[in-house]
T-cell receptor, first 115, second 112 residues
Framework: GAGVSQSPSNKVTEKGKDVELRCDPISGHTALYWYRQRLGQGLEFLIYFQGNSAPDKSGLPSDRFSAERTGESVSTLTIQRTQQEDSAVYLC?????????????FGPGTRLTVL | GNSVTQMEGPVTLSEEAFLTINCTYTATGYPSLFWYVQYPGEGLQLLLKATKADDKGSNKGFEATYRKETTSFHLEKGSVQVSDSAVYFCALTTDSWGKLQFGAGTQVVVTP
């Protein structure tokens, strides 16, 4: 079946502009996670959705970052007034249920470059 | 807080050599432990996992044992192939809803 998809695959933007990153999880997966990977570093957790609600937003680095999920499906991560330090690969993952033993399936990521 | 430390790469070895990638962790609570792999040009995928002490996760010839006493989850493979060239990430979660915390990743390069 189809895996997790993300769009765009690459995004180049100018400092100060807003960007939207999209994630389509595997159909039927109730849990959705956003992570980011800055160059040479491991993945950092950003936000977690269970259904359409976000019980854990603890990883969002500033109030410029927000995310929503609709229809227990698609999620959008929005970064306002982008800064150069926002440059990273943004990864989305989904799992059937939100349980610490469940496998998370990752998308290919969106590479964001802020000039 | 929680953290994952894994050996720095790149690790370069010849085909059929033995591979070990060290991973140690600190965690509040009782973590589940994972190894993820990212092959060139592909997305991150789960390689193996272990959810309680002394469990051994295994897949594709790779193994890792959850060692609570040494807070370690080292990844091993007895005979690597060129196709094992990838970046390997050790990760844990103590969160009931599965928030993962990752190590920095170890690049492995296998030469013919």
């Amino acid at each position: 079946g189809a895996g997790v998809s993300q769009s765009p695959s690459n995004k180049v933007t100018e400092k100060g502009k807003d960007v939207e990153l999209r994630c389509d999880p595997i159909s039927g997966h109730t849990a959705l996670y956003w992570y980011r990977q800055r160059l040479g570093q491991g993945l950092e957790f950003l936000i977690y959705f269970q259904g359409n609600s976000a019980p854990d937003k603890s990883g969002l680095p500033s109030d410029r970052f927000s995310a929503e999920r609709t229809g227990e499906s698609v999620s959008t991560l929005t970064i306002q007034r982008t800064q150069q330090e926002d440059s990273a690969v943004y990864l989305c993952a989904s799992s059937l249920v939100s349980r610490n033993t469940d496998t998370q399936y990752f998308g290919p990521g969106t590479r964001l470059t802020v000039l | 807080g929680n953290s994952v430390t894994q050996m720095e790469g790149p690790v370069t070895l010849s085909e059929e050599a033995f591979l070990t990638i060290n991973c140690t962790y600190t965690a509040t609570g009782y973590p589940s432990l994972f190894w993820y792999v990212q092959y060139p040009g592909e997305g991150l995928q789960l390689l193996l996992k272990a959810t309680k002490a002394d469990d051994k996760g295994s897949n594709k010839g790779f193994e890792a044992t959850y060692r609570k006493e040494t807070t370690s989850f080292h990844l091993e493979k007895g005979s690597v192939q060129v196709s094992d060239s990838a970046v390997y990430f050790c990760a844990l979660t103590t969160d009931s809803w599965g928030k993962l915390q990752f190590g920095a990743g170890t690049q492995v390069v296998v030469t013919p």
